[in-house]
Nanobody
Framework: QVQLVESGGGLVQAGGSLRLSCAAS????????MGWFRQAPGKEREFVAA????????DYADSAKGRFTTSRDNAKNTVYLQMNSLKPEDTAVYYC????????????????????WGQGTQVTVSS
């Protein structure tokens, strides 16, 4: 069992930055691929970024490439999402999720691949 708690959301002006954190419970954090998803009002939850177990490999949605960076600190059981150059369309609830997979694969962009989810943190970007 893994419990995930996101933090770091808030209100920011367009062009600003935020860093989200996701703290995981348990001793097996390093065994999980970690993903970030977001859900805007009236829309489906969508993939944002993923990072493999060691942190050496990442993947990003096109909307996040060049602006967002995900990283992890396995010693602290924490994964991060650094978001720069934020836009109003980035406004959403952001979720982290854990996937008990060996590494990034064909499935890590899909919600059903993930076994555990956090409660989400709200990010609001004003224009």
């Amino acid at each position: 069992q893994v419990q995930l708690v996101e933090s770091g959301g808030g209100l920011v002006q367009a062009g600003g930055s935020l860093r989200l954190s996701c703290a995981a419970s348990g001793r097996t954090f390093s065994r999980y691929v970690m993903g970030w998803f977001r859900q805007a009002p009236g829309k489906e939850r969508e993939f944002v970024a993923a990072i493999n177990r060691s942190g050496g490999s990442t993947d990003y949605a096109d909307s996040a490439k060049g602006r967002f960076t995900t990283s992890r600190d396995n010693a602290k059981n924490t994964v991060y999402l650094q978001m720069n150059s934020l836009k109003p369309e980035d406004t959403a609830v952001y979720y982290c999720a854990a996937d008990n997979a060996l590494g990034l694969n064909w499935n890590h962009r899909n919600r059903p691949a993930y076994d555990y989810w956090g409660q989400g943190t709200q990010v609001t970007v004003s224009s």
